[in-house]
């Protein structure tokens, strides 16, 4: 057994203190208390809750979230639908636009596989090429031109989506989607599904009157679509959307049925900057990077976790205050150290080979870097470790 793998399975029933850095940690208790108000907000508000899986690439994680009431998972990415559905989950969103050939009749194997097991793939569209290159995969799986073997007549569910805002994919709401839901219904291997509408700009919005007003111009693009797709004899189907910057006024709308926020399991330092809108749980941050101070100097110390331990997109990260680590700012040391400065009004520094937990600023990316993460029980002061959880689809970014 290589020492990196001896390590990680010498950690199970250890300190917290024992865990060498810089090191991903999950806070297990906070993240199930999140898991836990997630649940319950969509159980009250009747709302189905299809949380993106993007975030934590764990196919442990995402068995979690379905134990707790998820219908299924979004991916962004094909890779990350195989890693998931080999793993056993078998409701699965590639909530994003799929054009390559090759790739396309991965997705269309990948909705034969799970079909074995009573699972769907759906898939998001934006133009009629790419309705016609999707509909041509799943006709090839079926014929089963590929291997020679005649498959069974699986169908894929499709999502249009619709720009409601982020001017990212997604054909403008109105009259262009529904003639891509006309197109979809014409091959039937595809069936429509509804409309993907999520917003991501509406997310990071600080103050909550202007986050409220800019979800309300999306809600209507969406009420739009909606009802021009009644006009045309097509049921909407389903509106799926959301994040966790907005997630309560998606499912307060009553035009979406399904919420696909991610981040509220782990809570990073960008999204707790928002101002929170009462009607939106309270979420505790749950994934950390741990490191230690490797060098102390009069005016500033320096930790041993830089850009290669967490991302830096969205903004630094915060130190997190335990006891003695109160009041220190994060500045940026390069790939491998961070600078450790007192903040305003404060002056204590830690202590050479002190360790330090920060809050990374953006989840997904700092998950993104690390093979495993490291769950702890019993908090961080004083708490043991419980299991070591595989970022099963990192890297998978085909
Ligand atoms: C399509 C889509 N849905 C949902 C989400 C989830 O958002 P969050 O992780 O911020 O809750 C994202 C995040 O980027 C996304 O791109």
């Not at 600080?206 to 309300?216: D, F, I, K």
């Amino acid at each position: 057994m290589n020492k990196a793998v001896a390590y990680l399975s010498e950690l199970i029933g250890k300190s917290v203190h024992d865990i060498d850095t810089p090191a991903l940690v999950i806070d297990l208790d906070a993240m199930k208390r999140n898991l836990g108000r997630m649940a319950e907000f969509a159980r009250k508000h009747q709302v189905r809750w299809r949380p993106h899986a993007k975030l934590h690439k764990s196919i442990l994680l995402a068995k979690m979230q379905i134990k707790a009431g998820a219908v299924g998972v979004c991916v962004q990415k094909t890779s990350e639908a195989e890693i998931m559905v080999a793993g056993g989950v078998h409701d699965v969103y590639i909530s994003n636009e799929v054009i390559a050939s090759a790739k396309l009749a991965r997705v269309a194997a990948l909705t034969q596989a799970v079909a074995a097991h009573g699972g769907q793939i759906a898939i998001a569209v934006d133009s009629l090429e790419g309705v016609s290159r999707l509909a041509q995969a799943m006709s090839d799986a079926r014929t089963g031109i590929r291997n020679g073997t005649p498959s069974t007549a699986t169908v894929i569910d499709v999502f249009v989506e619709i720009d409601v805002g982020q001017g990212r994919c997604g054909v403008q709401p109105g009259q262009d989607a529904v003639l891509l839901a006309l197109e979809i219904r014409k091959h039937p291997a595809l069936r429509f599904a509804g409309l993907q509408a999520y917003h991501g700009k509406v997310q990071h919005v600080r103050n909550v009157q202007e986050r409220r007003m800019t979800a309300a111009d999306a809600m209507k693009s969406v009420e739009l679509t909606c009802e021009l797709l009644k006009a045309q004899d097509m049921a909407p189907g389903l509106v799926t959307g959301a994040g966790t910057g907005s997630f309560a006024l998606e499912a307060a709308s009553g035009v979406y049925g399904e919420l696909q926020a991610g981040s509220f399991i782990f809570m990073d330092a960008d999204y707790a900057q928002n101002e929170r809108d009462p009607v939106q749980p309270h979420f505790e941050h749950a994934l950390f990077v741990k490191t230690q101070v490797v060098s102390r100097h009069a005016s500033h110390a320096v930790c041993d976790a830089g850009h290669k331990s967490h991302a830096i997109d969205s903004g630094l990260p915060q130190v997190h205050a335990l006891k003695r680590q109160e009041g220190l700012d994060y500045f940026n040391g390069g790939d491998e150290h961070g600078i450790l400065r007192p903040s305003s009004g404060q002056t204590g520094l830690p202590d050479l080979g002190q360790m330090l937990w920060l809050i990374p600023g953006h989840c997904d990316p700092t998950v993104n870097l690390h093979d495993v993460m490291i769950g702890v029980s019993g908090g961080l002061k004083s708490g043991t470790v419980e299991r070591i959880i595989r970022v099963d689809a990192r890297g998978a970014l085909t």
